[in-house]
């Protein structure tokens, strides 16, 4: 499971209130990613972090945030949570061969 | 930035045979293509990989070719088992540091015994 758990697993909540997922990791890679899934458009970016305070915007950004504080967490937060951010969300750590690994996921139901 | 798209969306094959899943990209500047697995609930599990200096690469019944010139590449499952039903996905980048993945949509393949 390359040392990667995700809090929560399983998260419903209402609209306009903010949610924040956790990705932790034991391995100390440097770089961290956010993906979502949604049926019919395989995986997409949301953010990625190539270091402690360093992060960037992937193609699916509008709508969230994130932080890294430590080199083992990894924050993904909205702000304000809409229906249309009900997904399943997949944290990702790379190793240095450029492989990535993913998180067992968290499935976020907004209402 | 980077498209992917991926052929079959599904794709069934009987227990023995041969499965071939493609995908072409856009970017010609995208230097890795890995392959994932994912079954149903689970996590997507990285199953072979390959780099834009090699045009073949091979594990066990899994293998997966590269055509740079026409941007596509394939995954070949020979000798298909029932374990081999899922969902898979092909990815493109080409990141040297941070490594952006672009997704296909995914192909799901039944294997039936």
């Known amino acids: 499971d390359a040392g990667i758990t995700q809090s929560p697993r399983h998260k419903v909540t209402e609209t306009g209130t903010p949610v924040t997922l956790r990705c932790h990791q034991t391995?100390?890679?440097?770089?961290m990613y956010w993906y979502r899934q949604d049926p019919g458009h395989g995986l997409r970016l949301i953010h990625y972090?190539?270091?402690?305070?360093?992060?960037d915007k992937g193609e699916v950004s509008d709508g969230y945030s994130v932080s890294r504080s430590k080199t083992e967490d990894f924050l993904l937060t909205l702000e304000s949570a809409t229906s249309s951010q009900t997904s399943v969300y997949f944290c990702?750590?790379?190793?240095?061969?450029?492989?990535?690994?993913f998180g067992p996921g968290t499935r976020l139901t907004v209402t | 930035g980077e498209n992917v798209e991926q052929h079959p969306s599904t794709l069934s094959v009987q227990e023995g045979d041969s499965a071939v899943i493609k995908c072409t990209y856009s970017?010609?500047?995208?230097?890795?293509f890995p392959w994932y697995k994912q079954e149903l609930g689970k996590r997507p599990q990285l199953i072979i990989d390959?780099?834009?200096?090699?045009g073949e690469k091979k594990d066990q019944r899994i293998a997966v070719t590269l055509n740079k010139t026409a941007k596509h590449f394939s995954l070949h499952i020979t000798e298909t088992q029932p374990e081999d039903s899922a969902v898979y996905f092909c990815?493109?980048?080409?990141?040297?540091?941070?490594?952006?993945?672009?997704f296909g949509t995914g192909t799901r393949l039944t294997v039936i015994p």
């Open positions: 990702a750590i790379q190793r240095e061969g450029r492989e990535q690994y």
């Open positions: 391995e100390n890679h440097r770089y």
């Open positions: 972090s190539y270091g402690v305070k360093d992060t």
């Open positions: 970017d010609s500047a995208s230097n890795y």
């Open positions: 390959i780099r834009s200096n090699v």
């Open positions: 990815a493109a980048s080409r990141g040297t540091g941070a490594n952006n993945l672009f």
